[in-house]
């Protein structure tokens, strides 16, 4: 199995900044995807951010210039650079892995997301 574990959410105000961690653990053989969704209240999750083991990205138009992915791989672990937040980023992130080959199996690829950490922007 394989865990995904968030940190470094919180409470920051307008034009702030944080960055989120997510630690991928288990019996990782490979991870294709990694990325970052998030939910508002009252609204469907939505993608964020993601990063191939390659390191391409992809970004939501929302957070392009105020976002920045990246990952390392030897630690499975992507990260999210948030700047000038804004009120309408309160949401949970969550983590996401994609792609995902474990070291039981490494012919199959799983899916997996992470519990999600609550990120507040206001005054």
């Known amino acids: 199995q394989v865990q995904l574990v968030e940190s470094g959410g919180g409470l920051v105000q307008p034009g702030g900044s944080l960055r989120l961690s997510c630690a991928a653990s288990g019996s990782i053989y490979s991870i294709y995807v990694m990325g970052w969704y998030r939910q508002a209240p009252g609204k469907q999750r939505e993608l964020v951010a993601t990063?191939?083991?390659?390191?391409?990205?992809n970004y939501a138009d929302s957070v392009k210039g105020r976002f920045t992915i990246s990952r390392d791989n030897a630690k499975n672990t992507v990260y999210l650079q948030m700047n000038s937040l804004k009120p309408e980023d309160t949401a949970v992130y969550f983590c996401?892995?994609?792609?995902?080959?474990?070291?039981?199996?490494?012919?199959?690829?799983?899916?997996?997301w992470g519990q999600g950490t609550q990120v507040t922007v206001s005054k």
């Open positions: 990063i191939t083991s390659g390191g391409s990205t």
């Open positions: 996401n892995a994609d792609g995902v080959r474990t070291t039981v199996n490494p012919a199959l690829t799983y899916q997996y």
